[in-house]
């Protein structure tokens, strides 16, 4: 299993920046991707980036140009650099793992808990 813990969120003012963070524990030699969500009030969750454990990324249209997805792997954390942030941007944020664990032919995805991101003047 894979545990996942988020945590930089919090308010911001338009136009401000927040870097998010996302740690993993477990069985990160399963992980090959972890991907950053976002969940707004009343509205579906969406991809906004992920990173494989090769280090390719993908950004969501959503905040293209606006957001930098990058990786320590010493720490075994992966950040959410949010730039230029607005008000439409306020959402929960969550990161989630994508895994396969080879030894026991198993795939699952785990999701942290979400950290809250308020854009706000």
């Known amino acids: 299993q894979v545990h996942l813990v988020e945590s930089g969120g919090g308010l911001v003012q338009p136009g401000g920046s927040l870097r998010l963070s996302c740690e993993a524990s477990?069985?990160?030699?399963?992980?090959?991707?972890i991907e950053w969500y976002r969940q707004a009030p009343g509205k579906e969750r969406e991809l906004v980036a992920d990173i494989s454990k090769h280090g390719s990324t993908n950004y969501a249209n959503s905040m293209k140009g606006r957001v930098t997805i990058s990786r320590d792997n010493a720490k075994n954390t992966v950040y959410l650099q949010m730039n230029t942030l607005k008000p439409e941007d306020t959402a929960v944020y969550y990161c989630a793992a994508d895994t396969l664990n080879i030894a026991k032919m198993e795939a699952a995805r785990y999701w942290g808990q979400g950290t809250q991101v308020s854009v706000s003047s």
């Open positions: 477990g069985d990160i030699f399963t992980i090959n991707a």
